[in-house]
């Protein structure tokens, strides 16, 4: 078995440029061809064996990284965040850029990021078109409410988007005329249409046997319902890659980032180097979790007296990923405690 070559791959829609160095950093081959699966399988049949490759993250990675595994003895995706050698180059096109990380991943400096299997980023890609459909219905239900004030019609907002409600306004209120009933029929049929495909998506992750048991040890958390389950399950993958909650809590975008320098210390709002989708998700679950579960109660209330709600939000969202964390990898069932039991520790 000869000595390893590596390759460095820097993506794009239409081309690949690449660059194969042998392990003294000599330049083997370099040049770029078209992103398909057909010219990929040509070139793979010229490379000298055994290779290893590298890529930076990109929308059109995943496929890339799929076609390419089978054949290589190693291949990793580096985080677009941390090549700084590339980003702060003062000349860069992508021939250079494909040199660089395949010269990071020879000298072993490539900051790689975590690669999610293949069957757990399809099942992503469904439940992140879910969320699409859902911000849609929402823009439509607010459209329906804008076009009825712009028309000065009354109506009853807890009631709106009810189908009886809402075929009894167009039917009986004098203030519609013809063009906006057409509208808001449109509309409405639109918001239907898009709640049944939402269903369809949900019923399709739910009976998934991939995720079924592990979503349903996940909802035996108070507070933790179908959605929020499937989003941590998917957006995080193999929960044994945090080797602590507070790197799970800093992946799900719950706190702060810190710069200091000297004896200085400056800590900064919530962090945009996160997972959004898990973000907004475990937010959305901590506002209500107070209402399910008394131990969260307290600690909302708890962080509500020092002055801040969206602090206390943010402690209990805090404490669902201590429990998610917790079930996750011990792989058994939410379990509360006794109240001796809590007053005794």
């Known amino acids: 078995m000869g000595s390893m070559y590596y390759i460095g791959l820097d993506v794009h829609k239409r081309k690949i440029s690449y660059c194969v160095k042998d392990s003294g950093g000599k330049v083997y081959a370099e040049g770029s061809l078209p992103a398909t699966r057909a010219d990929l399988d040509h070139w793979m049949k010229a490379l000298p064996q055994p290779w290893s490759a590298a890529m930076e993250a990109t929308m059109f990675t995943g496929w890339i990284y799929d076609h390419l595994k089978p054949h290589a003895a190693a291949l990793k995706v580096a985080h677009p965040l941390m090549l700084r050698a590339i980003a702060a180059a003062k000349k860069k096109n992508d021939r250079i850029d494909a040199n660089k990380i395949c010269d990071c991943l020879r000298c072993d400096f490539l900051p790689e990021c975590y690669m999610a299997s293949t069957a757990i980023r399809e099942r992503r890609r469904t439940l992140r078109y879910r969320n699409l459909l859902v911000r849609q219905m929402v823009q439509m239900k607010i459209k329906i409410s804008s076009l009825l004030m712009e028309a000065g019609v009354n109506y009853n907002k807890q009631r709106l988007h009810k189908a009886g409600y809402f075929r009894e306004l167009l039917a009986t ?56 389950a499937l989003t941590w399950a998917l957006e995080i993958g193999e929960v044994q890659r945090f080797s602590s909650i507070k790197k799970a809590i800093s992946y799900c975008g719950l706190c702060g980032a810190e710069k200091s320098s000297g004896n200085t210390v400056q800590r900064t709002p919530l962090s945009k180097q996160r997972n959004k989708h898990l973000q907004t998700t475990l937010i959305e679950a901590a506002k209500m979790a107070p209402r399910y579960s ?11 007296q020092k002055g801040n709600a969206n602090r206390a939000t943010l402690a209990v969202a805090r404490k669902l990923v201590a429990y998610l964390m917790s079930v996750d990898r011990g792989q058994c069932h939410f379990l509360v405690a006794d109240r001796e039991t809590c007053a005794a520790a």
Do not use: F
């Not at 008394?294 to 509500?304: Q, S």
């Open 294 to 304: 008394p131990t969260l109660a307290l600690l909302y209330d708890r962080e509500r």
């Open 173 to 228: 209120n004098p203030d519609i005329d013809e063009g906006l009933r057409a509208l808001l029929r449109q509309c409405r049929e639109t918001v239907v249409r898009l709640g049944k495909i939402e269903s369809a998506l949900i019923r399709s992750l739910e009976h998934d046997r991939l995720l079924a048991e592990r979503v349903e040890r996940l909802m035996s958390i108070p507070a933790i319902g179908q959605i929020t």
